[in-house]
């Protein structure tokens, strides 16, 4: 069965500092994979998504992520944190199901960024 | 502005009363969601919707209900018989809910949730 896992519940980085957040997935067939960000009491809104096209993928806010098959990966990288950026992420892999597709969610990362 | 629109944005309810959540969307999408996101759990599917006039059960559907009468409307129902119902409640919508075989998934795009609180 699909599954995904975010290694790390809460991650803390200094301003200007490496963002890395971590995905690990399981799929049986090509995966298509997404990060999203939610800020508290909101809703998410999509980063990036990996839909098979080049494996790595870059997003909104200077985000990006790349797609590893032999690691079965798909990390969050930014070079430098800024403040804005504390948030909780999640990341998600897609189910086929019947005609359709349904998104398995990890369980998130909540990213603190320290001045 | 397209977009998905949940109300209220808190809701309170005593226990053993059905609650209604709505959600609305204008960006013409076929496919409707709800979540529930607890602490620490992330989102767990209720239901979903890929064409009007259907829906179908997802991970924990128990105790709650949905109708998708119109295209934009994607309503969800609280009954009594949800064991634990506090929880912060996200409604999401793809563009596509049918899509053939070999054809990527879309992204889903998120309301702003409405947190109900039962006491």
């Known amino acids: 069965a699909q599954s995904v896992t975010q290694l790390g519940s809460h991650v803390s980085v200094s301003e200007g500092a490496l963002v890395l957040l971590r995905c690990n997935y399981s799929?049986?067939?090509?995966?298509?994979l997404f990060w999203y960000v939610q800020y508290p009491n909101q809703g998410l809104q999509l980063l990036l998504k990996?839909?098979?096209?080049?494996?790595l993928v870059k997003g909104i806010n200077g985000f990006e992520a790349e797609f590893k098959k032999s690691e079965t990966s798909f990390h969050l990288t930014k070079p430098s944190a800024h403040m804005s950026d504390a948030a909780e992420y999640f990341c998600?892999?897609?189910?086929?199901?019947?005609?359709?597709?349904?998104?398995?969610f990890g369980t998130g990362t909540r990213l603190k960024v320290l001045a | 502005d397209g977009g998905i629109t949940q109300s209220p944005k808190y809701l309170f309810r005593k226990e053993g009363q059905n609650v209604t959540l709505s959600c609305e969307q204008n960006?013409?999408?076929?496919?409707m969601y709800w979540y529930r996101q607890d602490p620490g759990q992330g989102l767990r599917l209720i239901y979903y919707?890929?064409?009007?006039?259907?829906?179908q059960k997802g991970d924990i559907a128990e105790g709650y209900s949905v109708s998708r009468e119109k295209k934009e409307s994607f309503p969800l129902t609280v009954t009594s018989a949800q064991k634990n119902p506090t929880a912060f409640y996200l409604c999401?919508?793809?563009?596509?809910?049918?899509?053939?075989?070999?054809?990527?998934?879309?992204?889903?795009?998120f309301g702003p949730g409405t947190r109900l609180t039962v006491t």
């Open positions: 960006l013409n999408h076929d496919a």
């Open positions: 990996y839909t098979s096209a080049a494996t």
């Open positions: 919707s890929q064409i009007v006039n259907d829906f």
């Open positions: 998600a892999v897609t189910v086929r199901v019947g005609g359709t597709y349904k998104y398995i």
């Open positions: 799929s049986s067939v090509p995966p298509y």
């Open positions: 999401a919508s793809s563009i596509r809910g049918v899509i053939p075989p070999g054809q990527p998934a879309y992204e889903q795009y």
